[in-house]
Nanobody
Framework: QVQLEESGGGLVQAGGSLRLSCAASGTIFGFNTMGWYRQAPGKQRELVAEINSGGTTNYADSVKGRFTISRDNSKNTVYLQMNSLKPEDTAVYYC??????????????WGQGTQVTVSS
């Protein structure tokens, strides 16, 4: 079993920055992928960014050039640095973890979510 603890959400003005963190704990071994999904009101949950334990990253087109995902394997922690935030980035951001997988297409574990609100 794996637990995910998120932090770093909040309210920021358009053009500002936030950094999300997600620490995984529990039974963690082998190759895995961590990352972030988001869900805005009335919209489907979408993948924002993912990074596997080898360091390969993938981003949604809407955040490329603005968001950077990174991880510290020694701490089982993933970070999402969000710059140049836009009102359309407003959503609940969910940390996700996929053990023994190279992608977050079907993550087995989810965090509880952290609200990010970008005001115009």
């Amino acid at each position: 079993q794996v637990q995910l603890e998120e932090s770093g959400g909040g309210l920021v003005q358009a053009g500002g920055s936030l950094r999300l963190s997600c620490a995984a704990s529990g039974t963690i071994f082998g190759f895995n992928t961590m990352g972030w999904y988001r869900q805005a009101p009335g919209k489907q949950r979408e993948l924002v960014a993912e990074i596997n334990s080898g360091g390969t990253t993938n981003y949604a087109d809407s955040v490329k050039g603005r968001f950077t995902i990174s991880r510290d394997n020694s701490k089982n922690t993933v970070y999402l640095q969000m710059n140049s935030l836009k009102p359309e980035d407003t959503a609940v951001y969910y940390c996700a973890f996929a053990p023994m997988s190279a992608s977050l297409v079907n993550p087995r574990y989810w965090g509880q979510g952290t609200q990010v609100t970008v005001s115009s």
